[in-house]
């Protein structure tokens, strides 16, 4: 059985980009624009409820000196009861601060680590005059453009290596067209690793991100109540529309080296030593898998356009498995038929079903 179990996992290959766009509110606000905020209450969020509300119809996150913030802390978009999963979209949401000072963003392609915190992109905006438009990687690579920048990012001997390769605008005039305590209206549009921002209709940074083992291909949307002294924010006109996916993009955010966590055939889970035995390198349009009993040289094709996204595996034997994947920067999970099975709708591997689920961590550099 382990030996089988090993030579399934030869045609394995997967990840987490289910671009499931649900939202609370089925009403479109503009062609092909859902939108994330029915303006009544905090249906399809999730925050701490000493901090997060529904004020004037509006999202609204607010700190005190009795209820600080207690480091950054996230309201978190959902998709029923699991976060909401972007990858390629337009964003678009109008903010205002009230008061002398205050710091948020809007998280996208992010991470959930726990307890209201997330880490990922950043796009930034605050009262004062440094930071509003900014891309920010909360909990990762800092500032990845200033305002005004359109910069590259590389890796270099192991480091993030940015390269600014233009500009998009004078920071001193976009910030003159920023309203302190007023109302505005943020943009963001993630395509593959293109990454802009825009505020009240300016181009605030331009960044490709060709940093393979940190760009995010998808992850979960989030807003920002930063930690320091009192502050209030609020969102209103929240809305998303999804953009056709890159297949190139996820192939891209497939290369390099992926250790199993998960492995389950027919509904029995390979044992934690067995995993553990089994390498799997992604290179162009090929895979490698080398475990104890197999090595195998296979090769994959994607379909973005199918929901979920389908892949078809060949392996290096000529045979060929239909599945399904899901994308994110850590993670890689398939979902694949065997035995001449038909193609799987959903992630799952019952007793009998001839599906198997297999999930991936990217190990790192």
């Known amino acids: 059985m382990k030996k089988s179990l090993r030579r399934i996992a030869t045609l394995t290959l997967g990840a987490h980009l289910l671009t499931s766009l649900a939202t609370a509110v089925a009403g479109e606000t503009e062609p092909g624009f859902k939108s994330l905020f029915n303006g009544k209450d905090l249906t399809g969020w999730a925050g701490r409820p000493k901090h997060w509300s529904v004020r004037d119809g509006a999202i609204t996150g607010i700190t005190t000196k009795e209820t600080p913030a207690e480091g950054n802390n996230f309201l978190i978009a959902k998709d029923g009861d699991q976060d909401l999963v972007v990858s390629d979209f337009e964003l678009r949401f109008s903010y205002k601060f009230t008061g002398p000072w205050g710091n948020s963003g809007a ?54 290596k940015i390269d600014v390769v233009g500009s998009v605008g004078d920071t001193k005039t976009i910030q003159a067209g920023i309203r302190t305590n007023g109302w505005n209206d943020y943009v963001v549009i993630a395509k593959g690793n293109h990454l802009q921002h825009f505020i009240n209709g300016m181009a605030t940074v331009d960044v490709g991100d060709e940093q393979v083992s940190k760009a995010a291909k998808s992850g979960i949307l989030a807003l920002q109540l930063h930690a320091g002294p009192p502050m209030q924010v609020q969102f209103k006109d929240i809305r998303i529309k999804p953009l056709p996916a890159d297949t190139a993009g996820d192939l891209d955010g497939m290369q390099g080296d992926w250790a199993p966590v998960e492995f389950v055939a027919n509904g029995s889970p390979l044992p934690a030593d067995d995993l553990a035995a089994i390498k799997l390198k992604v290179k162009g349009n090929e895979y490698f898998v080398d475990a104890p009993d197999v090595k195998d040289q296979g090769s994959i094709k994607l379909n973005v356009t199918t929901n979920p996204k389908s892949m078809d595996v060949t392996s290096g034997s000529g045979a060929e498995v239909p599945a399904i994947y899901e994308l994110t920067r850590e993670t890689l999970k398939v979902c694949y038929a065997v035995d001449g099975g038909s193609r799987p709708t959903e992630f799952k591997s019952g007793d009998g079903s001839g599906r198997v689920l297999a999930t991936y961590k990217r190990k790192q550099p």
Request: aromatic residues 12%; glycine residues 16%.
């Open 107 to 160: 998280q996208y392609r992010s991470i959930n680590r726990g307890n209201f915190v997330v880490n990922g992109y950043q796009a930034d905006f605050e009262v004062g005059v440094a930071y509003s438009g900014i891309l920010y990687e909360e909990g990762g690579r800092g500032i990845l453009a200033e305002r005004g920048q359109k910069t590259v990012l590389k890796e270099v001997d192991g480091k993030t």
